[in-house]
């Protein structure tokens, strides 16, 4: 079974913010002069009530470094309550991701040239 959560955790750390604060159940991130979402997004790091409960935190943050709040629904299926709660609050969905994961060595086989190289 593949852990999504691990996977974006893993994903969080290859790719850091400049600036990238754990609070209230978030990672919030922020690189200034950066355009990657990704480097600047909240990233929910558990579920439930007190997740949503910090949504004027999440704001606050991105306010506070003019920034729009951008926030990484992540691993989708675990956020359907957040998800809703964003759309009622009048957040949309921008840009979706699809995250694609393979055994090493997988990647290793599928990626050896059909006629090997000199």
């Given at each position: 079974m593949i852990d999504t959560w691990l996977i974006e955790?893993?994903?969080a750390q290859a790719w850091p913010?400049?600036?990238a604060l754990q609070e209230q159940g978030w990672l919030l991130r922020h690189t200034p002069g950066v355009p990657r979402r990704r480097s600047n997004s909240a990233l929910p790091l558990m579920r439930g009530e007190a997740l949503l409960a910090a949504l004027p935190r999440v704001e606050d943050f991105y306010a506070a470094r003019r920034m729009p709040v951008a926030v990484q629904?992540?691993?989708a299926e675990e956020h359907t309550t957040l998800d809703a709660?964003?759309?009622?609050r009048g957040y949309r969905r921008d840009a979706a991701t699809l995250?694609?994961?393979a055994p090493t060595s997988?990647?290793?086989t599928a990626s050896r040239?059909?006629?090997p190289w000199r």
């Open positions: 955790r893993y994903a913010a400049a600036e629904v992540s691993p709660l964003l759309a009622e995250v694609c994961v997988t990647v290793i040239p059909a006629v």
